[in-house]
């Protein structure tokens, strides 16, 4: 199960469709390595600021279809150096999905139609379920498997097997 079963922070929200290509730019495919590095430059496409606005522990919220485009791991590995604890969309492309848990970095679904830019929200992992603070709300998201959850609470797939010898 991931440690942390609630987890306060900001969201940052983006709209629908938003590809591989809008997280981390194919221009930095091979000239940039270092996730630390990758990690200023997220949705650098989108708005030029918004990396240097996301902090440690933030969430980023969008729509449909987040993470479409290309396979490249480099788009879950750049969210999850620039600290983002958690992607809450819609729906994912599936090969993101499967990147993002990979590399550990939790990607929820739920409907984020309510969730605003700025708003500050608490998951609660036991009970599937979204608070917005200021909005005194709460919306429901769907359950990760425990095995997932396993998988991200051991920073992936890699550092899963090398703990526990197999999946």
Do not use: W
Not at 2 to 31: A, E
């Amino acid at each position: 199960m991931i440690q942390k079963m609630t987890m306060k922070g900001r969201v940052h929200k983006l709209g629908d469709d938003i590809n591989t290509d809008y997280i981390i730019s194919g221009r930095y495919k091979f000239s940039i390595t270092d996730p630390k590095e990758l990690a200023k430059k997220v949705f650098e496409d989108l708005d030029p600021s918004l990396a240097s606005k996301i902090k440690e522990n933030d969430f980023v919220v969008a729509g449909e279809n987040f993470g479409c485009g290309s396979s490249r791991e480099q788009a879950p590995q750049a969210l999850k150096a620039a600290g983002v604890q958690a992607i809450i969309a819609k729906y994912y492309a599936r090969i993101f999905y499967r990147n993002a848990v990979n590399l550990g970095l939790l990607v929820l679904e739920a409907d984020t139609d309510q969730i605003d830019d700025g708003d500050e929200i608490e998951l609660d992992m036991n009970n599937s379920k979204i608070k917005i603070f200021n909005k005194d709300k709460e919306i429901d998201c769907k359950k990760v498997p425990d095995f997932m959850q396993k998988i991200i609470a051991e920073g992936g797939v890699i550092e899963y097997i090398k703990k526990k010898g197999d999946i």
